[in-house]
């Protein structure tokens, strides 16, 4: 049956469904079409009666046949036959909308469907990755507990629709639960614990870096879905730090549960060492200059931070001279006018004054957020990586090599115990049993390194697909930097006629000023002082 849509105009709808379950222009498969489908709560019988009229017998459909199939299922929700027939009363008109319900979870399905049809490439770009969830972590104004006093923070979840309260501590128990759960992922660190003394700027730069962890989890696109992330982000009961535990205590690693172990031999290119090795190096390239623009882009806000608080002491200056009220009579001035009028335009300028630090500070705030934010996230995951190179080198590639050192070990001990003869029949045996049961774990130890590697490369497309971070970095730089400097630039346009009018314009300057003597008499040319 032809797909075609002829009749009938598009609706926005059927384009935000469309990019969803296709993000790449891609086509819908029928697996997808029919979780799609599912979400109409129509029965499955007609499902498949859309499916057979949309389908042109090749086990997909194109944007046409998609955007058919959902007027065909909107007229079905209405309770009317499904034909082709039906469409052509809409010539001219918008196709009718279906009742789909929230289609967050749809995103999710599209997801993990390219992913397994291949689990070689990650399928995920910067906007999709972030669109997993937007996470807030804030801190709670009140602290709580009657001897010891301790920092809460609000973590909400956008997709979880959830806001709950975690201590420090329970950020502890789900990182440990983290790494046993996916040592062969990126996990992020966590900031370091003040025992004593924590004061308000070392508060705040932990929530930022807890902030940042929790971005970094929850964009992960197999983190995203587990069960220990969304208890971390749903569970609004006491002790969480026991709690989560309790829940997960026992739990297998992701090794265990993959439908990929099996077969991660197979997932894993012939040059998979080389490529590890050219990424390396790529990587501490990217750490070493994120790390020094970093530096750099926090002593622009330090320098912004401290333009302010210049002009703001600045302004402060004029105001006091401009509200001085210290008698100032003729006897200092003369004819001289000038500190009057310094003071009315004093009072004028400090408000500019004022207004240059609230501009600057402003700028200081945004290039925080949107500069340095940016980069310390992005140097974070890099972290993240390095430390996971390390545990794969470290831990699953030393136990393989380990576990087959001991296999060696065994099968010369049993080769010395066979020489020996009979008087050795029982010790043969038993290591017979140990090199059978060294056998299992080394075949269990080379699936796990071959997932690892699988694994690796993954994470490795996940930092890849994070590099679009530059372009909002370097985008929020230039419009911080344009809009501060625009706005500066304004003010201090604005000072130039206030400073012009402290000069009086009409200043009688006498032509004989007569010279006074210190005690204010007029001295007399001849009262005998020499000159």
């Known amino acids: 049956m032809s797909a075609d849509l002829v009749f009938g105009s598009i609706p926005p709808f059927y384009r935000e469904v469309y990019d969803i379950v296709c993000p790449n222009q891609e086509h819908v498969d029928r697996e997808l079409f029919v979780q799609l489908l599912v979400?109409?709560?129509?029965?499955?019988?007609?499902?498949?009666q859309i499916w057979e009229l949309v389908d042109s017998s090749q086990g997909f459909v194109a944007r046409n046949g998609l955007y058919k199939a959902l007027a065909l299922t909107a007229l079905a929700q209405q309770g009317k036959n499904i034909n082709e027939k039906l469409l052509e009363s809409f010539s001219g008109q918008e196709l009718p909308k279906p009742s789909l319900g929230d289609l967050s979870d749809l995103?999710?399905?599209?997801?993990?469907?390219?992913?397994e049809k291949n689990p070689n490439v990650l399928g995920l770009n910067y906007s999709?990755?972030?669109?997993?969830?937007?996470?807030?972590?804030?801190?709670?104004?009140?602290?709580?507990?009657?001897?010891?006093?301790?920092?809460?923070?609000?973590v909400t979840s956008q997709r979880w629709k959830t806001t709950v309260l975690r201590r420090y501590n329970d950020f502890i128990s789900f990182h440990e639960l983290l790494m046993l759960r996916f040592p062969y992922r990126l996990i992020p660190r966590l900031p370091p614990k003040k025992m004593m003394g924590a004061n308000r700027e070392f508060i705040e730069q932990r929530r930022r870096s807890l902030k940042r962890f929790l971005i970094i989890v929850t964009r992960h696109p197999q983190l995203n879905d587990d069960e220990l992330l969304k208890f971390f982000l749903t569970y609004n009961g006491t002790d969480?730090?026991?709690?989560?535990?309790?829940?997960?205590?026992?739990?297998?690693?992701?090794?265990?549960?993959?439908?990929?172990?099996?077969?991660?031999?197979?997932?894993?290119?012939?040059?998979t060492q080389t490529q590890i090795g050219y990424s390396k190096q790529l990587i501490q390239l990217l750490y070493n200059s994120v790390s020094k623009m970093k530096d750099i882009s926090e002593k622009m806000v330090v320098n912004a931070a401290g333009f302010a608080g210049d002009m703001l002491h600045f302004g402060s200056e004029l105001s006091l001279m401009s509200n001085d009220a210290t008698p100032v009579t003729a006897w200092a001035t003369g004819n001289n006018d000038t500190w009057s009028h310094l003071q009315r335009g004093f009072k004028r300028l400090s408000v500019e004054y004022a207004t240059l630090s609230d501009k600057a500070s402003h700028e200081a705030v945004e290039a925080e957020e949107g500069v340095v934010e940016k980069l310390s996230l992005f140097q974070d995951m890099l972290t993240a990586y390095k430390d996971l190179c390390d545990r794969h080198e470290k831990g699953v590639l030393n136990d393989h090599q380990r576990a087959i050192q001991k296999m060696g070990q065994y099968k010369k001990k049993k080769m010395s115990a066979t020489v020996q003869g009979s008087a050795e029949t029982g010790t043969v045996e038993q290591l017979e049993q140990r090199i059978l049961d060294q056998e299992s774990q080394i075949a269990n130890m080379e699936n796990r390194n071959y997932f690892s590697l699988h694994c690796l490369q993954m994470e490795t497309q996940l930092i890849h697909g994070n590099l679009d971070i530059f372009y909002e970095v370097l985008s929020s730089m230039a419009e911080v930097e344009a809009k501060a400097h625009n706005e500066l630039a304004f003010v201090w346009t604005a000072i130039?006629?206030?400073?012009?009018?402290?000069?009086?314009?009409n200043v009688s300057v006498p032509s004989s000023p007569t010279t006074t003597s210190p005690i204010g008499s007029p001295l007399n040319s001849h009262s005998g002082i020499s000159m």
Not at 107 to 115: D, M, N, P
Not at 240 to 260: A, T, Y
Request: proline share 7%.
């Open 496 to 505: 130039s006629p206030i400073v012009e009018t402290l000069n009086p314009k």
């Open 240 to 271: 969480m730090q026991h709690k989560i535990k309790d829940h997960f205590r026992g739990s297998p690693d992701e090794f265990m549960i993959s439908n990929l172990a099996s077969k991660a031999k197979d997932l894993v290119p012939l040059d």
């Open 128 to 154: 999709e990755l972030c669109n997993l969830d937007t996470v807030k972590v804030e801190l709670v104004p009140e602290k709580k507990g009657l001897i010891l006093k301790h920092v809460e923070y609000e």
């Open 39 to 48: 979400k109409s709560s129509l029965p499955k019988t007609t499902i498949m």
């Open 107 to 115: 995103k999710t399905t599209s997801i993990r469907l390219r992913r």
